[in-house]
């Protein structure tokens, strides 16, 4: 059962010290932690960490946040890279979502009963909602569901501008901010080709989310939104209780 979901961005920039010395994220970032917090908070007997990742898999064994492979030595973050035990025997390394997500569980001090599964926009929009359903299934059940919208906003932006995207993501973020049950239809209904054309990270993690949902009621709230650096970057909690 889903009981709540932190819907935070995918940018490696939450984490202090990606930057260098700049803050360009400072109130997405201290909006991401108390949405993590609020997770952490329902006391759940468990909290999967959904993120996009190169292949679709579930991360095993003791895994550490780094983000070694984006360019960014360990000790130049602001915050601990602790290891975290995943279950499992393997020795998998997380995508930079992945890690992202599992800062943020460190800072809201959760450590245990965590899984990560990471996915991917070429996966089925029905597969990836069965797979929601999958992961709430065996009790009260909190999820940390990283990715953003469109990175195409602008001359500013990671990639290309591209003028689908402003309302393209305004539909999006409307919609995850209703989280009523039509809201949810278009959510599951979203153009998966056109999501990939514009690079929005967020739709197969958001495909996870609608099926963990269900049809039960949710409670969401925006805490935090910006297109400050060339993409749709959103903070929200979902709250089924």
């Not at 890279?81 to 995943?86: D, E, K, S």
């Not at 020795?91 to 599992?102: E, I, Q, T």
């Not at 901010?177 to 959510?187: E, M, S, T, V, W």
Request: charged share 15%.
């Amino acid at each position: 059962m889903l009981v709540v979901a932190a819907l935070v961005p995918d940018t490696a920039l939450l984490v202090p010290g990606v930057a260098g010395d700049a803050d360009v994220v400072g109130g997405l970032r201290a909006a991401a932690v108390e949405a993590v917090a609020q997770v952490v908070a329902a006391d759940v007997a468990s909290v999967v960490v959904v993120a996009p990742g190169p292949v679709p898999r579930e991360l095993s064994g003791t895994v550490r946040p780094s983000f070694g492979a984006a360019g960014v030595p360990d000790d130049l973050l602001r915050w601990p890279v602790h290891a975290v035990p995943l279950p499992g025997d393997g020795s998998d390394v997380p995508a930079v979502p992945s890690a992202v997500g599992l800062h943020l569980l460190l800072q809201a001090r959760r450590r245990t009963g965590v899984r990560v599964v990471e996915v991917t926009g070429q996966q089925d929009a029905g597969a990836l909602a069965a797979l929601g359903h999958t992961l709430v299934a065996d009790g009260p059940t909190g999820l940390v569901v990283v990715g953003s919208g469109s990175g195409r906003h602008g001359p500013d932006a990671p990639l290309a501008d591209d003028a689908l995207a402003p309302d393209h993501d305004a539909r999006l973020l409307a919609d995850l901010a209703d989280a009523g049950p039509a809201a949810r239809a278009r959510l599951a209904g979203d153009d998966a080709e056109l999501a990939a054309a514009l690079a929005v990270r967020g739709w197969a993690p958001w495909q996870v989310l609608v099926g963990a949902a269900g049809d039960g009621p949710v409670q969401a709230r925006v805490l935090a939104e910006s297109t400050e650096l060339g993409a749709q970057h959103a903070v929200l909690v979902w709250d089924a209780r």
